[in-house]
């Protein structure tokens, strides 16, 4: 055997061993299927609550996009809120002025449009510290709510986006007032969107952004072009909040310069404190877990919702992430173990025919 079939084969070796991890990682677990079912399922089970369930769709989304650079690229940001609310607008005023239709085109190319915004400003963005990262990021939402502001004849302004007309999804489906087409539709943009971020997370490109994450220097000297991967991700980022941005755009016809707000970007930040950062499914539980809390204790309390809210984050810190991921570890192991004995019970009940005749 020759020195260059055994180096051949040493290489080789490792790289099985990465291609098999990536695929043992990527396969979906019950745990997430059963999400997902559950997910879809809502759109039977509470009907009552699409509204709210739409604009938690939106919000998980949004959150996603956030989870994705901050989480697995660490990434800071204040300023998805600017991607967002360009895309808002956009999608608003090519429904105005009829030059696209069809909901679903506009989506896409608000999303495209917010990338390329993301990719523009991706290089001022990685430059410098995290306190640099969260001042210019910041920067770009202000000075955009502020153009948006100062061409008030577009956009209107003050007043916001008036006399939206979105056509029906496929000439069929039109948004109602009480968003049950809305919410669906929301929740299979998030669905779709979900399975390439997931896609990205755990292809070799997401293994190497975890590099970056924990080591730039290090993932440098092993070959790693940390720079391209970061703008690549920033954009990628950038087309699912605007991707969400012109989800609320479209299923309230209506767009404000509230969309601009930090406020909408420090609501990402509270999200992914509650529901975990470099875990997909955070950014999505926060979002409920949120959504809900905030709903249910402003009609307790519509004055001090705030005080409330503060005071869930300060126990949740003061428990430990760790713990809590403990927790859900020990909920989701107990599960598996369901599902094991009962899967081969249902094998033998629904089984092969009986020998014989």
Same mark, same amino acid.
């Given at each position: ?187 299979? +943009? =998030?669905? $779709?969107?979900?399975? !390439?971020? @997931? ?6 490109? &997401?293994?190497?952004?975890? %590099? #970056? ?98 005071? +869930? =984050?300060? $126990?949740?810190?003061? !428990?430990? @992430? ?6 859900? &570890?020990?909920?989701?192991? %107990? #599960? ?22």
């Amino acid at each position: 055997m020759t020195v260059n079939t055994l180096n051949a084969k040493n290489l080789a070796a490792p790289a099985a061993n990465v291609s098999a991890y990536l695929k043992s990682r990527a396969r979906w677990s019950p745990f997430e299927i059963a999400f997902w079912v559950f997910a879809f399922a809502t759109i039977w089970l509470f009907p009552g609550k699409h509204l709210i369930l739409k604009d938690t769709a939106i919000l998980a989304l949004f959150a996603l996009s956030l989870d994705l650079i901050l989480g697995y690229a660490g990434i800071i940001s204040l300023g998805q809120a600017a991607f967002f609310g360009l895309a808002g607008y956009f999608a608003g005023l090519v429904a105005k002025y009829g030059i696209v239709n069809e909901p679903v085109v506009a989506l896409v190319l608000s999303g495209v449009v917010a990338a390329a915004l993301g990719f523009a400003t991706s290089f001022l963005v990685l430059r410098g510290s995290d306190l640099t990262r969260l001042m210019v990021t910041l920067g770009v939402s202000l000075m955009l709510g502020e153009v948006a502001n100062r061409y008030s004849n577009i956009t209107g302004g003050a007043d916001g986006l008036q006399g939206v007309d979105i056509e029906p999804l496929f000439g069929r489906f039109r948004f109602d007032l009480y968003g049950h087409n809305g919410y669906v539709y929301c929740l299979s +943009v =998030l669905f $779709v969107c979900f399975v !390439i971020v @997931r896609r990205i997370v755990y292809s070799p490109f &997401g293994l190497s952004l975890r %590099a #970056v994450k924990g080591n730039p220097l290090r993932a440098a000297a092993i070959g790693i072009p940390v720079k391209w991967r970061l703008v690549a991700i920033y954009t990628v980022s950038a087309g699912i909040a605007g991707i969400a941005g012109a989800l609320l755009t479209q299923t309230t016809a209506f767009c404000s310069l509230d969309v601009f707000s930090l406020e909408r970007s420090a609501d990402l930040l509270l999200v992914l404190i509650i529901g975990g950062t470099g875990y997909l499914y955070g950014g999505l539980i926060g979002a409920v877990i949120y959504k809900f809390l905030q709903d249910w204790i402003a009609n307790l309390t519509p004055q001090y919702w705030q005080f409330w809210i503060g005071l +869930v =984050l300060v $126990v949740l810190v003061l !428990i430990g @992430r760790d713990r809590m991921r403990n927790w859900i &570890g020990t909920v989701r192991g %107990a #599960v598996a173990g369901v599902g094991v004995r009962l899967l081969p019970r249902s094998i033998t009940l629904g089984g092969a025919a009986p020998d014989g005749p």
